[in-house]
């Protein structure tokens, strides 16, 4: 089979077969001048006057079929299209008992039929020699808006019952292309059961699960399109690649796979999507990827868009990457192009995130010299940079500064500011800051009272939580996901299952979905109150919603396992999680191990380690000093300080914990006399001892008084 390669655009399906064709004298126009006018007179056509003027008014907007045709002769063409070929007597035929809805059903297409009206036979006939681009562009026509689709859907179904053209391949590709804008995939995919797919046909219904960010479905058919023998377009890959960057399901691992496909099928990269590979891998937080592939782009000629570079930049700042950030603003400028706010915003993040404040003050400067006027983001990042720095007076300033500059503070820069208070500690901030806004005039939205539900949900004031939940109703602020899940996390953290449960019977009833995040926090409150049967139930139910369970539901059921000895179902999931093709993580690990270390299980703990290391997994500070806590439970001090030896020739260091855990070990043993050097050795190390560790010594030193007493 013969594939064309499709144009650099998106509507790639309206103009694939529209060649220039040498031109024709047809025997006469199919529909008369005389026929069209007395159409609208017929009897089966006076009820729907109005419908049938609007179906006539499609055709009339149709402006001819090749677009690559120079303009004279393309409109020389469509005028003799025009002159020659009425399409309003069909229109009107077809929409004779009112407007055509679409309907849709997994029956095979009409076949000939066997007797016509004459009526029907006589304009059937009449179209006889209409070629295929025409009937092409009449269905690009009416496919243009979304009440018009059941009409073109009749049209085609009208050519197939009387055979009128055989290149049905693109009308319903066209058809397709059009019910994947209008969001009725479900149509799509019902409408493309009619015909065997075809190259066409794919990368349409690609293409509309792309528009419509059902990106599992994309990819299957990506791959299923490979299965049958064809060859996947690049269009196909930047309309996949855009619809996980819009909906934030963009991964650095999925990229490179697709990467590797485009690479295997030797596609050449053009513009657009060199421009898409980039910035999916700047989203997905991989800027070395991202820099890379620019660049390979830029040596073979291609540019990369501002708004590609301003996505690394943005990447970069957040990895803490502020040097390379700065070298590539720098170069976006020298290139001639002049930086706007978004570039100026994503450089800013990464000053606020890893440099002094001083460098973020000297941006903002720099913004207004040059002329570039701050937005609600610039100044809710140097608002971040303050509370960061504990400069609240300065932070308010900058509320001032927006009012200054007609910049209106919204909710969200008074939730940064929120945000601020509630990571240094300072909760009662909270009421300070809605009077603020309420003094201003700034309503909160939902975003603001999820981070004020947090904040005193971290600081187990529940009360003062669900007091903020209820005025947030009562405003008609819908709760999300992100506000149950919140709600219900706090109350479980401070042992109020109950309440946990009812929140969340409370999200469903009021049509919130849980998500795999409220699962998991629903697991582990079942897992610390050992209501197993209720977890389990709890796992079904997430797998009969199509939830799979992911690292964290794995990680949370093997702590919870584990905490409670149950380490054979803790193993079994361990076990299933890889079968599944899922990575375990070193937090799952870590939660194995302390569980093994709690109840002196030295071997099995040692045993844990060796598959966390055998997995690929660089073993943590947390897992080491849980492996101490075990042989000091198991009274085995001397490959406790084994592991300590291991942690410093592998460049792990000790912190107050690890030197904690130690002198523990040694007090478990009697061996009371090697604890200040321990504790000397911490010290050293330039660990601060904290209180627990200034106990353990108090403790080894109490008893060394006491042996020498007795002795």
């Given amino acids: 089979m013969l594939l064309l390669q499709p144009p650099l655009v998106s509507h790639r399906f309206h103009s694939l077969y529209f060649i220039s064709r040498p031109r024709h004298c047809f025997f006469q126009p199919p529909i008369s001048a005389a026929f069209s006018a007395t159409a609208s007179c017929s009897p089966s056509s006076s009820s729907s006057s109005s419908s049938s003027s609007s179906s006539s008014s499609y055709f009339s907007s149709w402006n001819g079929l090749d677009e690559s045709e120079e303009n004279n002769e393309d409109d020389e063409f469509s005028s003799e299209v025009r002159r020659r070929y009425d399409f309003s007597p069909l229109l009107k035929f077809l929409s004779r008992f009112g407007p055509v809805e679409l309907v849709l059903d997994s029956e095979d297409s009409e076949s000939s039929p066997e007797s ?80 065997t797919l ?4 794919y990368n349409a219904l690609i293409g509309a699960c792309a528009r419509n960010n059902d990106i599992e479905k994309a990819l299957n058919l990506i791959s299923r399109m490979r299965q049958d023998g064809y060859q996947s ?26 990467y590797r496909e485009i690479e295997r099928d030797k596609l050449e990269l053009d513009v657009q999507l060199v421009n898409d590979i980039i910035t999916g891998f700047a989203k997905s937080g991989d800027p070395s990827r991202a820099l890379q592939l620019l660049g390979m782009a830029q040596a073979t000629g291609l540019s990369a868009r501002t708004a590609t570079l301003v996505s690394i930049i943005s990447a970069l700042a957040s990895s803490g990457r502020t040097l390379e950030a700065e070298a590539l603003f720098e170069e976006l400028r020298q290139s001639g192009i002049k930086p706007r706010t978004k570039a100026y915003n994503a450089l800013l993040k990464g000053y606020v995130r890893t440099g002094p404040l001083k460098d973020a003050e000297s941006m903002v400067s720099e913004m207004e010299k040059r002329g570039v006027s701050p937005d609600e983001h610039t100044y809710s990042l140097l608002i971040d940079a303050y509370v960061n720095a504990g400069r609240w007076e300065s ?6 500064e927006m009012e200054a500059g007609d910049v209106q503070p919204n909710s969200f820069v008074f939730s940064r500011l929120l945000a601020g208070y509630r990571d240094r500690g300072e909760w009662q901030k909270t009421f300070q800051v809605l009077k603020e806004m309420k003094s201003i005039g700034v309503k909160p939205d939902r975003q603001f009272y999820n981070v004020v539900i947090d904040t005193f949900g971290k600081f187990n004031c529940l009360d003062h939580a669900m ?42 009833k009021r049509g919130c979905l849980p998500c795999a995040t409220t699962y998991n926090i629903m697991i582990n409150s079942y897992g610390d109150q ?19 369970p992911n690292v964290v539901t794995h990680t949370t059921l093997v702590d919870v396992y584990g905490k409670s000895g149950r380490f054979n179902e803790a193993i079994d999931c361990l076990e299933e999680m890889k079968s599944v093709g899922l990575k375990p993580s070193s937090t799952m690990y870590n939660a194995l191990i302390n569980a093994y270390a709690q109840r002196g299980l030295s071997e099995q703990a040692v045993n844990a380690f060796r598959v966390m290391t055998s997995d690929g997994l660089k073993p943590s500070l947390l897992a080491l000093n849980s492996l101490i806590n075990a042989f000091g439970e198991d009274r085995r001090d001397a490959e406790a300080f084994a592991v300590l030896q291991y942690m410093k020739e592998n460049g792990v260091n000790p912190d107050v914990v690890t030197y904690t855990t130690l002198m523990k070990a040694l007090i478990r043993v009697d061996k009371f006399q090697k604890v200040p050097g321990v504790y000397e050795e911490m010290i050293m190390s330039g660990c601060k001892p ?16 006491q042996t020498l007493r007795a002795s």
């Fill in 116 to 195: 016509l009206d004459p009526v029907e036979f006589e304009l059937a006939e009449s179209y006889r020699a209409v070629p295929a681009p025409y009937w092409h562009s009449l269905l690009k026509s009416l496919c243009s808006s979304s009440p018009s689709l059941g009409l073109a859907y009749a049209v085609v179904s009208w050519l197939q019952k009387h055979n009128l053209c055989f290149s049905y391949e693109l009308l319903y590709s066209i058809l397709i292309h059009a019910l994947g804008r209008s969001e009725k995939l479900y149509e799509a995919f019902l409408l493309s059961q009619k015909q």
């Fill in 530 to 548: 050992e209501r197993w049967d209720d977890m389990k139930r709890l796992l079904g139910k997430m797998n009969s919603q199509g939830i799979l």
């Fill in 198 to 201: 075809t190259p066409l046909t």
């Fill in 233 to 258: 377009d690049f269009v196909n890959y930047s309309l996949v690649i855009q619809a996980l960057t819009r909906s934030n399901k963009i991964d650095s691992a999925l990229l490179q796979r697709l």
């Fill in 395 to 400: 932070a308010r300033i900058v509320l001032k």
């Fill in 690 to 705: 904290d209180r627990k560790a200034r106990s353990m010594l108090r403790s080894a030193l109490r008893y060394m008084k």
């Fill in 467 to 508: 007091t903020t939940f209820d005025r947030m109703l009562s405003e008609g602020i819908e709760p999300d996901r992100v506000t149950w899940n919140t709600l219900i996390d706090c109350h479980c953290k401070h042992g109020r299952h109950i309440v946990a449960e009812e929140m969340f019977e409370a999200m469903e």
